[in-house]
């Protein structure tokens, strides 16, 4: 079993639709979870960070947090072309080591 | 968020010869650094890890004569790739974690796109 499994993909939603990226974890002593964006052929950017159990809100992101089902989600909402990009889900277990997932490709139809 | 700059951007070599990249941390003091490499369509994968000071800590599998890291202050790391081959151009992104509010958050830098003729 990965260490955080997200689906590949590709995710496709029409422009203005919420697009809602998943990702599960194993190691049950996790503390922190982050969303990253990565635009093909950049690096990664940090979008967004969540520490406690529940829903987080930024702007059209919105990331929630089920610790004791071992999950953690990225909704965008009112989804745009420019939020077409592979998405990465990574959590600190232990050994303080971030872990990444593989990543969900996201299409978003003009 | 923090700032991470990377150089160069992009380099083409040829095989055999070394390669020197730079990452550093602009706006805060990196207690430990990431050196990443990417193939074409392909997930992150971790190199290495560099606390400051110390020697870094190699993924297994990465050869840690071939690939050297070296993380001589808070702001500043850097990887040499010594004889490089062909099969070694990748995208390599460098990644820093800082001190109190930014020791949690990994930021990124640009990457460096390394071709080796």
């Known amino acids: 079993q990965k260490e955080v499994e997200q689906n590949s993909g590709p995710l496709s939603v029409p422009e203005g639709a919420i697009a809602s990226l998943n990702c599960t974890y194993s190691?049950?002593?996790?503390?922190?979870f982050f969303w990253y964006r990565q635009y093909s052929g950049k690096s990664p950017e940090l979008i967004m960070s969540i520490y406690s159990n529940g829903d987080k809100e930024d702007g059209r992101f919105t990331a929630q947090l089920n610790k004791a089902s071992q999950y953690v989600s990225l909704l965008i909402r009112d989804s745009q072309p420019s939020d077409s990009a592979t998405y990465l889900c990574a959590v600190i277990g232990g050994g303080f080591k971030t872990i990444f997932g593989a990543g969900t490709r996201l299409f978003v139809k003009a | 968020g923090a700032v991470v700059s990377q150089h160069p951007s992009w380099v083409i070599c040829k095989s055999g010869t070394s390669v020197k990249i730079e990452c550093r941390s602009l706006d805060f003091q990196a207690t430990t650094m990431f050196w990443y490499r990417q193939f074409p369509k392909q997930s992150l994968m971790l190199m290495a890890t560099?606390?400051?000071?110390?020697?870094?800590?190699?993924e297994q599998g990465v050869e840690k004569d071939k690939f050297l890291i070296n993380h001589a202050s808070l702001t500043l790391s850097t990887l040499t790739v010594t004889s490089a081959h062909p099969e070694d151009s990748s995208f390599y992104i460098c990644s820093a974690r800082g001190q109190g509010a930014f020791s949690y958050e990994q930021y990124f830098g640009p990457g460096t796109r390394l071709t080796v003729t």
């Open positions: 190691d049950r002593g996790s503390q922190s």
């Open positions: 560099s606390n400051e000071g110390s020697k870094a800590t190699y």
